[in-house]
């Protein structure tokens, strides 16, 4: 069994930075591949960020490529989510998710385990 945390959430302008953190319990951490997904209010959950748990390889969806990046500590079994320019749009609860193989996917179903999310609110 493995347990996320989320923290980092807030509110901030547009144009402005946060990062996120997600601590994982587990001892096999560094072998699971790790998500970031987003949910905004009426709209499906999303694909934001992954990092693979084999080599470290990052995968972005297009909307955020360039302005987030996803990096993982394995000594500290951390995940985190440099967020920078955000926009109005990028407003949503927030999920870290770890999957049970080193191979990131970009869809939720891929993954075994859900942290409970964090809101990040980007007034314009």
């Known amino acids: 069994q493995v347990q996320l945390v989320e923290s980092g959430g807030g509110l901030v302008q547009a144009g402005g930075s946060l990062r996120l953190s997600c601590a994982a319990s587990g001892r096999t951490f560094s072998n699971y591949a790790m998500g970031w997904f987003r949910q905004a209010p009426g709209k499906e959950r999303e694909f934001v960020a992954g990092?693979?748990?084999?080599?470290?390889?990052?995968y972005y969806a297009g909307s955020v490529k360039g302005r987030f990046t996803i990096s993982r500590d394995n000594a500290k079994n951390t995940v985190y989510l440099q967020m920078n320019s955000l926009k109005p749009e990028d407003t949503a609860v927030y999920y870290c998710?770890?999957?049970?193989?080193?191979?990131?996917?970009?869809?939720?179903?891929?993954?075994?385990?859900w942290g409970m999310g964090t809101q990040v609110t980007v007034s314009s």
């Open positions: 990092i693979s748990g084999s080599n470290g390889r990052t």
């Open positions: 998710a770890a999957r049970m193989s080193t191979v990131v996917v970009a869809t939720a179903a891929g993954y075994d385990y």
